[in-house]
């Protein structure tokens, strides 16, 4: 601790003690204008802290230990704050928006096993929800909120959300950089602006009161509170009844009379019948008291009256924005000391309840415990022992590209499946695109000799890469992302995006050899195009559409090998759909669903936002050199010059193909794999080192030399 903290804790303990006698010695008010000008400067309140009282003199700082939690200061706080807020402001506009807002989350598409979840069909309630669930409301908002505002405030929105979605996602990186700090502290002060922006222009403009959420909780309260006062003085009554039917007893017993005498017209009779009756009255009231609370709340009570609301960022959670990028430097990243973990473990044991009878639940929670355990055990013990270890090892490899079934047993006929899609726009040429992407992929030895394709396609359902991410062109995880050819002139985003139609491997043979065969996996895609790129000055998130689909760019073929991982693509929904109440044109590609624009989102995980922030991110080999590496292959391409290098480039004849180097094969001389990545390592750019050993191989092979023949 340095010799500045320890003064201030010192000088910290005095200002308390001094604070705390001018209120208890002086009897002046906690706010009295001596107590703040003694405190006020530095955040101090008149409580003692054992912390500071003990540690204190050896320089121990209070405010150090106190760390930052990101998911009930930001997830459960800031970003929910700001949410209900923006919720308040679509109800004063129109009512209808908020049903607008539901309906637009219910369509936002998962990704990943667990990254974004479906939304529940009542968003704008925000029932049974964890912190994990505004964070996935968070990720979603642009699309979500986009164009449900006037066009005056609608930017200053969008602009917000950006802003807190990237210093969302910059805060939960579980590595940084000095580089990546600077933009985060950078992002904080803009993150800052950005909420005194939208108080001062948005919230000022609107007269926000309640949500129609918040007078039923409100209410509920106020009916349960209510109810519990009558409970209390119901109890007081029932005590003074019971203190006075004693002294009527006494007074009985006194003058000779029996009260509890059963004795037709006896005067002791008449008194204990009179208190008796009084007394069981009471006894029904306190009956219907205690019945039932819900009974109580479904008693329809006087209408609530909405109460106003304003925007408040004089908040603890929203001063503490700042101290983030410090705690960072001082402790380290937010995921070693975040209390998520802790919080997301409140699932087990709940889980597990619910299989216990709810009365001897803790001996039962402890049997279930150790029946898991043990059946971890067995299924440990028999993975040991299955024979298919080998293929289990080779899906959870870390240096393996993707993984595809090697399964046979679902394929298609080529002569079949023509048949089947015939007339589909995305079928067209497709058997020549396809050899001709193959013979693309082949040696130069291989590609200049005949080659065919066996008689049937194998289909295969998903694909799994290595950053774990499933691809599968039966559900919404269908969408990857790829780089752009280094020959690609276009200035800004780095990457193509497309959707997966099919996945298929085929055998191919030479005719030359016909006993030796080569397996061959490709995905069957349909390519987006770019209508705007990402821009972080500008706020903007890409913004990508289907081409029309008699474009005969409009589908390809790529290699599985190229693909750098999924990506989250969600759809404008402000633009509409394009076939709105037709049923589509192509089956294949079920355009029936598709939108007129769609987003890339950027915020969707860490490693994705760190693919746009170009060459920050860690194992990210191909964002080190100065251009992209040629990556992508497809069949919508034509011959280009040959580069310095001897390679045949081939790109697309439309600006937005890909293009690709004919050398790039998905498996090496080995036989081992090569990801995109690791090819990305052998084109790094030109060192000290290298140069001079260039140069020197170059003197080496360029002197002339004079040779004695004779000799």
């Known amino acids: 601790m340095s010799h500045t903290d320890e003064q201030a804790s010192l000088s910290g303990s005095q200002l308390v003690a001094t604070a705390r006698d001018l209120i208890y010695k002086n009897n002046l008010g906690v706010d009295s204008t001596g107590v703040e000008l003694l405190l006020k400067p530095n955040s101090w309140v008149p409580n003692t802290n054992a912390f500071l009282d003990s540690l204190g003199p050896f320089g121990f700082n209070i405010f150090v230990a106190l760390v930052v939690d990101l998911l009930h200061e ?16 679509l109800t004063t506009l129109n009512k209808d928006l908020i049903h607008e807002v539901d309906r637009r989350y219910r369509q936002v598409p998962p990704f990943g096993p667990a990254t974004i979840r479906r939304f529940s069909s009542n968003t704008s309630e925000m029932l049974n929800m964890a912190a994990r669930n505004f964070e996935d409301l968070l990720q979603c908002s642009i699309p979500v909120f986009d164009s449900l505002f006037p066009d005056t405030h609608n930017k200053v929105v969008i602009n917000l959300l950006f802003t807190m979605s990237h210093w969302h996602r910059l805060a939960k990186l579980r590595m940084h950089s000095d580089l990546t700090l600077k933009i985060l502290n950078e992002t904080t002060t803009d993150l800052g602006e950005q909420f005194h922006l939208f108080k001062e222009m948005v919230c000022t403009s609107y007269q926000m009161q309640e949500l129609d959420r918040e007078v039923g909780v409100r209410s509920r309260r106020q009916a349960k509170e209510a109810a519990k006062r009558a409970e209390n003085v119901t109890d007081l009554g029932s005590a003074s009844l019971q203190s006075l039917t004693k002294a009527v007893d006494v007074e009985g017993l006194y003058n000779g009379y029996n009260p509890r005498s059963k004795v ?9 019948v009179s208190v008796t009756e009084n007394d069981k009255g009471k006894g029904k009231e306190k009956e219907k008291a205690n019945s039932s609370p819900d009974q109580a709340h479904d008693v329809p009570g006087p209408k609530q009256l909405r109460r106003k609301k304003s925007f408040n960022i004089q908040t603890y959670k929203f001063h503490a924005l700042g101290d983030y990028v410090a705690s960072i430097r001082l402790l380290g990243t937010t995921d070693s000391y975040s209390t998520e973990p802790g919080e997301l473990e409140h699932h087990t044991p709940k889980s597990r309840y619910h299989r216990t009878d709810r009365r001897a639940f803790v001996h039962q929670l402890t049997q279930i415990e150790h029946w898991e355990a043990r059946l971890r055990r067995i299924k440990q013990r028999q993975s040991q022992q299955s024979p298919h270890v080998a293929t289990h090892e080779m899906v959870s490899d870390p240096q393996l590209h993707h993984h595809i079934g090697q399964g046979e047993k679902t394929y298609d006929e080529f002569g079949q499946y023509l048949h089947d899609h015939a007339g589909d726009l995305a079928m067209r040429d497709f058997l020549p695109r396809l050899k001709e992407h193959i013979l693309d992929r082949l040696e130069p030895g291989i590609a200049e000799s005949p080659a065919e394709i066996s008689a049937r396609s194998d289909q295969h359902n998903s694909i799994l890469f290595k950053a774990q991410d499933v691809v599968n062109p039966r559900t919404p995880h269908c969408n990857i992302m790829l780089l752009k050819n280094r020959n690609d002139n276009g200035h800004g985003s780095e990457y193509h995006y497309t959707k997966v139609i099919a996945i298929h491997h085929v055998n191919v043979v030479r005719l030359a050899n016909v006993y030796e065969s080569r397996r061959i996996e490709f995905l069957f895609i349909q390519w987006y195009e770019s209508v705007q790129d990402h821009a972080w000055d500008t706020h903007t998130l890409g913004h ?6 008699a474009n005969l760019n409009a589908f390809g073929f790529i290699d599985p090998g190229v693909v750098l991982r999924a990506c989250h693509i969600v759809p404008a ?25 769609y987003y890339v989102n950027s915020f969707v995980d ?35 010059e040959s580069s310095e290098s001897g390679e045949t480039l081939r790109e697309s004849t439309h ?5 690709n180097d004919d050398d790039d094969d998905e498996q090496d001389d080995d036989g081992n794999h090569v990801g995109v990545e690791e090819l990305g390592f052998f084109d790094q ?3 000290a080192s290298t140069e001079s050993l260039i140069h020197a191989l170059d003197e080496m092979f360029t002197t002339s030399h004079t040779f004695n023949y004779k000799n």
């Open 606 to 640: 860490c490693d994705t936002l760190m693919r746009f922030h170009y060459g920050l991110g860690v194992g990210h080999v191909y964002s080190h050199e100065v251009k992209p590496c040629p990556i992508a292959q497809t069949t919508a391409q034509t011959e280009n």
């Open 573 to 597: 929904f402000s633009r509409g759909q394009r076939n709105l109440g037709e049923c589509g044109i192509s089956p294949l590609a079920g355009d029936k669903h598709d939108w007129h624009e």
């Open 655 to 659: 600006w937005h193909g890909p293009a």
């Open 264 to 272: 037709r017209g006896h005067p002791g009779n008449r008194r204990e």
């Open 74 to 89: 930001v997830e459960l706080g800031v970003w929910r704050m700001l949410l209900v807020h923006l919720l308040r402001i």
């Open 544 to 549: 990508v559409h289907f081409q029309p689909l």
């Open 685 to 687: 750019g030109l060192d």
